[in-house]
């Protein structure tokens, strides 16, 4: 009759989050799910640099300065007493990121998730404000008659 083998079992080797054992210590088997734990996320589609990986930050980042610097600009002229210009650039400039997200391959850190969602978002918002920028009252420069007949269905007594 065979010894009984008193050693204590060996550390299983964790190459990855994949390959981790499970409860029982037995090797995980390969699939295509997702890890368990990561330990970092994944860069979003086209936020690679803009420019050479030698460039300076500010060139890498290029895309990204010119939507903030346009919103800054924006913000800027409101807290001047230009509503109407500056939330029309703020406006401008997220549709100016949505253009951008679309044309350019690589954007840097403008491209938060996907290419569908980012341009979605960013143009959405963008038109929203232009909208609500040119129908800011007094003297709208755009006004949409739908609207003030729901207004005023809304709110009769």
Same mark, same amino acid.
């Given at each position: 009759?065979?010894? $009984?083998?008193?050693? $204590?079992?060996? $550390?299983?080797?964790?190459?990855?989050?994949?390959?981790?054992?499970?409860? $029982?210590?037995?090797?995980?088997? @390969?699939?295509?799910?997702?890890?368990? /734990?990561t330990?970092?996320?994944?860069?979003?589609? +086209?936020? +690679?640099?803009?420019?050479?990986?030698?460039?300076?930050?500010?060139?890498?980042?290029?895309?990204? *300065?010119?939507? *903030?610097?346009?919103?800054?600009?924006?913000? %800027?002229?409101?807290?001047?007493?230009? /509503?109407?210009?500056?939330? *029309?650039?703020?406006?401008?400039? %997220?549709?100016? +990121?949505? /253009?951008?997200?679309?044309? #350019?391959?690589? @954007?840097?850190?403008?491209?938060?998730?996907?290419?569908?969602?980012? =341009?979605?978002?960013?143009?959405?918002?963008?038109?929203?404000?232009?909208?609500?920028?040119?129908?800011?009252?007094?003297?709208?420069? #755009?006004e =949409?008659?739908?609207?003030?007949?729901? %207004?005023? /269905?809304?709110?009769?007594?």
């Amino acid at each position: 009759m065979p010894a $009984e083998d008193t050693r $204590e079992p060996a $550390e299983p080797t964790v190459r990855d989050a994949i390959s981790a054992p499970d409860s $029982e210590g037995r090797p995980r088997r @390969v699939t295509r799910r997702f890890p368990l /734990f990561t330990r970092d996320t994944a860069r979003p589609e +086209g936020g +690679g640099r803009a420019a050479p990986p030698d460039a300076p930050a500010p060139a890498r980042q290029w895309p990204l *300065l010119v939507v *903030l610097s346009a919103a800054a600009l924006g913000l %800027l002229l409101t807290a001047l007493d230009l /509503f109407r210009v500056g939330t *029309l650039l703020i406006g401008a400039a %997220l549709l100016a +990121g949505a /253009f951008i997200r679309w044309i #350019l391959p690589s @954007v840097g850190m403008l491209a938060v998730r996907s290419r569908f969602t980012d =341009i979605a978002t960013y143009g959405v918002l963008g038109l929203a404000i232009v909208l609500l920028a040119m129908m800011a009252q007094p003297r709208p420069w #755009l006004e =949409i008659p739908f609207l003030k007949d729901t %207004l005023h /269905f809304t709110v009769t007594k």
